[in-house]
């Protein structure tokens, strides 16, 4: 016996269903599939404010505010409304500007498309809640910083310091996660980096990290509290020295190549949020073979 209550389609959708029956569920499946692709395109909007900041926050003279409207980096003629559709208009466009044609990068719809999707999945972890709302802000702010460390080598203050304070404020107002886990998380994120960075540059002589990758730290530590950083610290460590390794034999570099870390963070956080707890009791499980 079905204990799904049906309902009559013909009182609820228009009339060239024929009067068919449908189960409840499959109408809050729909609404949840309307609802994901309604946060899909948010989310890719945005993305395409995630490209303005990621363009402009790094150069002097620039600002998220200032100029007003997009340009063409190539030519600075204005971005017309319908030419700055997330995804469509690099399609419409054929990935040029309509001005000078010059190529658009790859990165603006790649930004958007990760961020749709990103949204989406974080919806289908948590649905409509208060970590997916606190989350979502969280991850938009890991993919800025990752394509700003990618291009510059640089994570900019005015990313990292408002985020460990947001961050911190959400673990008082919400509740998630207790406050002191968030503060503790502060202070062994921003610590421990710090003393990676300290006792490298002690040994070698050299810089081998930059403050910007301690404030991020310390910010992933803010939103995710204090078990996200060893979690963070290892997997980025492994991701960043087999990834620079390769790199390294690739372009036949020395063992002073330098890459970015902040993406090996970044990345690592974002993992954690959809599959700590599985990863890190894999691989407990798996050492203890």
């Known amino acids: 016996m079905q204990s799904y209550r049906k309902v ?10 024929g009067g068919y ?12 599939s309307i609802m994901a692709l309604l946060i899909f395109l948010i989310g890719c909007c945005l993305g395409s404010f995630l490209n303005v900041c990621i363009y402009r926050l790094p150069r002097e003279g620039l600002s998220i505010f200032s100029p007003s409207r997009s340009f063409c980096p190539r030519c600075q003629a204005p971005i017309r409304y319908y030419d700055n559709i997330p995804l469509l208009s690099f399609l419409f466009l054929h990935g040029k500007c309509r001005s000078c044609r010059a190529r658009i990068s790859w990165r603006y719809p790649l930004v958007e498309g990760l961020t749709g999707g990103m ?15 606190s989350l979502w802000v969280l991850v938009a702010v890991l993919l800025a910083i990752t394509f700003i460390d990618l291009d510059h080598q640089l994570i900019p203050d005015v990313i990292s ?16 996660m207790p ?5 503790i998380g502060i202070i062994a994120g921003g610590g421990s980096l710090y003393l990676v960075a300290f006792v490298y540059e002690t040994l070698a002589k050299r ?25 963070t610290l290892f997997a980025s460590s492994l991701l960043g020295t087999a990834i620079g390794i390769g790199l390294m034999i690739a372009k036949r570099e020395g063992r002073h190549y330098a890459i970015p870390f902040g993406p090996f963070l970044a990345l690592s956080a974002t993992a954690y949020i959809f599959f700590g707890p599985q990863l890190i009791g894999w691989y407990l499980g798996w050492g203890a073979r």
């Open 119 to 133: 949204s989406v999945a974080l919806f289908l972890k948590f649905g409509l809640s208060f970590n997916f709302l």
């Open 161 to 176: 310091i408002p985020g460990i304070v947001l961050g911190f404020l959400l673990a008082v107002l919400g509740p998630s």
């Open 21 to 32: 029956t449908l189960r409840l569920n499959d109408l809050i499946r729909m609404d949840f």
């Open 207 to 231: 810089e081998g990290m930059g403050g910007g990758d301690v404030k991020l730290l310390a910010m992933i530590g803010a939103w995710l509290g204090w078990k996200a950083i060893p979690f």
């Open 179 to 183: 406050v002191k886990d968030s503060l």
């Open 8 to 17: 009559k389609v013909e009182n609820l959708l228009p009339c060239w269903y």
